[in-house]
């Protein structure tokens, strides 16, 4: 729910935080679901696996954490599946790179103001693109280096403490319903990302800021 002045005129947000995986990029399963094809394994194989296989669910978290290195994931991983371990993640992650259009909405945020933070659990800390962040954002969270991961709800009070911004004046940005959640509980207004094209209007909505290209500042948002 977006926050409103005495006046009934919405009141533009803060802070955004904003996941990587599926968010800053494009899309994992798809990436996931193009490496199984090539390997041979059922998508709703793996998939599956991590839903309803509580030893899978296990090491994923244990992964997201930073309580498993990515060896030891892929090892035992690869083992439930059926499948030779060496080169599995990188595998599955072979697909992803950068949203062009939604990193630079992130870029063109902060440039105008907005307090910005990354929130996101990862699958080893090195897949980041490190030399970004400090152009994009004035805090990062990442889920191997907190040993805590979204859901729970200190990723985003930790997210909205190092944008700088109290979190109902923060919108979150996340492609999984579920991790939503919390974000609302802390009375952030959130986004169920599909795409750039349904998310950066409703983040120029949300913040007042322009961060479509080819379009020059609307006096009247900001």
Not at 75 to 88: D, M
Not at 161 to 188: I, K, Q, S, W, Y
Request: net charge negative; proline share 6%; glycine share 10%.
């Amino acid at each position: 729910m977006v926050a409103e002045s005495a006046e009934g005129i919405q009141k533009p947000r803060r802070g955004l935080l904003i996941d990587w995986g599926g968010v800053l990029t494009t899309n994992l399963f798809s990436s996931f679901h193009a490496y199984c094809v090539a390997a041979e394994i059922d998508p709703k194989t793996l998939m599956g696996r991590f839903k309803t296989d509580p030893a899978a669910r296990a090491l994923l978290i244990a992964l997201e954490t930073g309580e498993m290195e990515e060896l030891a994931f892929e090892l035992e991983f690869a083992a439930l599946l059926g499948v030779e371990p060496e080169g599995l993640v990188d595998g599955l992650f072979a697909g992803v790179h950068p949203d062009v259009a939604m990193v630079e909405a992130v870029r063109r945020a902060h440039a105008a103001g907005i307090r910005t933070a990354l929130v996101s659990n990862s699958w080893g800390v090195h897949r980041y693109p490190h030399d970004m962040f400090e152009e994009l954002f004035d805090g990062v969270v990442i889920s191997g280096e907190e040993g805590i991961r979204k859901p729970a709800t200190r990723m985003y009070e930790l997210g909205a403490e190092r944008a700088g911004v109290a979190p109902e004046e923060c919108v979150f940005v996340d492609d999984l319903p579920f991790n939503l959640t919390p974000a609302e509980e802390l009375g952030m207004a959130t986004i169920l990302h599909t795409d750039a094209e349904s998310t950066i209007p409703e983040l120029e909505r949300l913040l007042g800021v322009r961060l479509s290209d080819g379009l020059e500042p609307d006096p009247a948002v900001r």
